[in-house]
């Protein structure tokens, strides 16, 4: 939810020294295990997050997982497979889930006009008579602005700041806004975008966001404790820090703002959503989650996105990886896999990371260490 600002520039790793063959110190560390130690371990130790969950799938399928640091600062709590991490803005996949569902099902098409679902709104938003549809909303062209500018007003409380956003305000912004540009010509990530794609899909099914993710998404997949709301009697949860380590609050969402980001989620239930998205096991969403890894825009080719999910094209090997990254006021989170490569990764922090010089940490290239270690192994 939060901007993350991803920066790409090589990055020394710490490593084990071991012996090659012809007896000089070698310094790559023998194990996989022992590479991500190296990526993942130094954040923790230099305080850069409280805790940190990380997920591979190996080529072939395999599964490992690895856990660093505390659940609550000072408790000596390793986090598990089943600790509940923020995933954020990773959300929005599962929302471009829904709809890809839905398009399957031919209960929508991705270029319908969004308007003509919300006949409450007078005067929604369009270009010179140029409408936005459902795959605006999920690609980010729609023009619409990352955050709608009435956010702050009435109920407005900076520790949950989207849980009072009502489908009223959302109504209210919208209504007769402005778009800057024409639609489909420029990317602009939004989360009121696909808080928006969330409401309407909801509307349309006559269920609550909240009930299609289970049904669609967790129940399909077994992902037995992901949640738009974490139960009260649940207890294993990696409580949330900012970038000061100082505790801050689990966000929950509105209707009108959950398909942007309000999900929680263990490492556990995150790999078998990697799994599905990879196209394994035998889970009835293959097709659909095929269809929200297709690029719907190439604006800014190698890096092009499909329905939420973002892909970046490597000519050098002809791989692509597809990934998408979430942060929270206390959480950060990355997903991605190369299917060429039979491989991906989920990385869970629950802690607002920033690097020294203040910019927000690369998070994904710590996602693409983690996808060179494999390759190394």
């Known amino acids: ?84 991490f923020e995933i954020g803005s990773i959300t929005k996949t599962m929302t471009a889930t829904v709809l890809a569902e839905m398009v399957l099902n031919s209960e929508i098409i991705l270029d319908d006009a969004v308007e003509d679902y919300l006949p409450e709104i007078e005067n929604f938003p369009n270009y010179n008579g140029e409408k936005i ?17 009435n956010l702050t007003d009435g109920n407005f ?3 949950q700041p989207y849980l009072n956003y009502t489908k009223e305000m959302m109504f209210d912004f919208l209504d007769g806004y402005n778009l800057p540009r024409p639609v489909g010509s420029e990317e602009e990530y939004s989360n009121l975008a696909t808080g928006l794609l969330g409401y309407v899909l ?27 709301v974490i139960p009260s009697e649940y207890s294993n949860i990696a409580e949330p820090y900012d970038e000061h380590r100082n505790p801050v609050s689990i966000w929950d969402m509105s209707e009108a703002t959950l398909g942007a980001g309000g999900v929680k989620a263990s490492l556990k239930d995150m790999l078998l959503f990697l799994e599905a998205n990879m196209g394994k096991g035998s889970s ?10 297709e690029n719907t825009q190439t604006l800014n080719v190698p890096f092009t996105v499909g329905l939420a999910w973002n892909n970046i094209y490597k000519a050098e090997d002809n791989t692509t990886l597809t990934w998408h990254n979430g942060g929270t006021a206390g959480s950060v989170s990355v997903i991605g896999f190369i299917k060429e490569l039979d491989m991906g ?31 190394r192994h």
């Open 157 to 159: 409380d900076e520790r």
């Open 345 to 375: 990764f989920v990385l869970l922090f629950n802690t607002e990371i920033v690097d020294r010089t203040g910019q927000n940490l690369i998070e994904l290239a710590k996602g693409i260490e983690v996808i060179e270690a494999m390759k």
């Open 1 to 84: 939810m939060k901007s993350i600002k991803v920066l790409m520039f090589p990055i020394m790793f710490m490593t084990l020294a071991c012996n090659g063959d012809d007896g000089t110190p070698d310094p790559r560390p023998n194990t996989l295990a022992q590479d991500i130690e190296n990526i993942i371990k130094p954040m923790v130790d230099d305080k850069t997050t409280v805790g940190a969950a990380v997920g591979i799938v190996k080529p072939g399928g395999a599964k490992e997982m690895f856990f660093y640091g505390e659940k609550n600062k000072g408790q000596s709590d390793i986090p598990d497979e089943n600790t509940l």
């Open 284 to 293: 009835g969403l293959i097709e659909t989650l095929e269809l929200t890894h």
């Open 202 to 228: 909801a509307k349309i099914k006559g269920k609550s966001l909240a009930v299609l993710f289970e049904e669609i998404i967790f129940d399909e997949l077994n992902m037995a404790g992901a949640c738009s």
């Open 133 to 149: 549809t459902f795959k605006h909303l999920a690609n980010h062209t729609s023009s619409l602005p990352r955050l709608p500018g």
